[in-house]
């Protein structure tokens, strides 16, 4: 913007120096070039006038407000994220927008680009990393299992469920072969393994 201008000077031939007047409205804030015409009037009516472009051309970019994004770190997904801000010499603090489609749910790291754009059309970017990484083991959802007792022998084993962070419910699995028939106890190893490999 331009908040004041200095009134140009004329020379009359009766009365000297004549200061120019102008009906411009101040501060002057439209991009682009806005014509100032001054007056000049000396004490006799007598007029002359002269113009003066105010060039406003708004090349400067928002600056970031940090140097660097913090890592955003879960283990299964990220609902939102905080947008951050950016200062224009301009508009003053402008939020960052992205792309990224939320939730994020990728395994691994995911760059975030965040932009920011004032409203002459100036871009700056600015990176973010999310990091999702599930390294949680299912939880089994009794504290130990039942004995299963019979007399000769046993067809078939209900699979115990276990609570995974990421994933909910998890049915284990084993490599027992059924069915079980020898005398005397076999003790039977049930596996919870989520997507992740946990």
């Known amino acids: 913007s331009v908040d004041s201008l200095t ?17 411009t409205v101040l501060p002057i804030t439209a991009q682009g070039t806005t014509v100032v015409t001054w007056t000049y009037e000396d004490a006799n009516g007598n007029i002359s006038t ?3 472009n105010v060039v406003i051309a708004d090349t400067t ?3 970031a407000d940090v140097a660097a994004l913090a890592d955003v770190i879960a283990q299964c997904n ?9 200062t224009d010499n301009c508009a ?7 792309t990224t489609a939320l939730p994020i749910t990728a395994q691994g790291t995911t760059q975030v680009t965040w932009t920011y754009e004032d409203a ?3 871009i700056s970017t600015q990176t973010q990393n999310v990091v999702i990484a599930d390294t949680t ?9 039942a004995d299963v007792i019979a007399q000769c022998n046993v067809d078939s084993l209900t699979a115990p469920t ?24 076999t003790v039977v190893t049930w596996t919870y393994e989520d997507a992740n490999g946990n």
């Open 50 to 52: 002269q113009t003066q």
């Open 162 to 185: 276990a609570t995974d962070n990421c994933a909910g419910s998890i049915t284990g699995t084993t490599t027992t072969a059924l069915p079980i028939t020898a005398q005397g106890t």
């Open 61 to 63: 970019a928002p600056v």
């Open 137 to 145: 083991a299912p939880v089994a959802d009794v504290a130990a299992l």
């Open 120 to 122: 002459n059309g100036n």
């Open 78 to 86: 990220v609902d939102s994220l905080t947008a951050p801000t950016a």
């Open 7 to 23: 009134a140009p000077t004329a020379t009359d031939n009766c009365t000297g120096a004549i200061t120019a007047t102008t009906t």
């Open 92 to 98: 003053g603090s402008i939020t960052g927008t992205t």
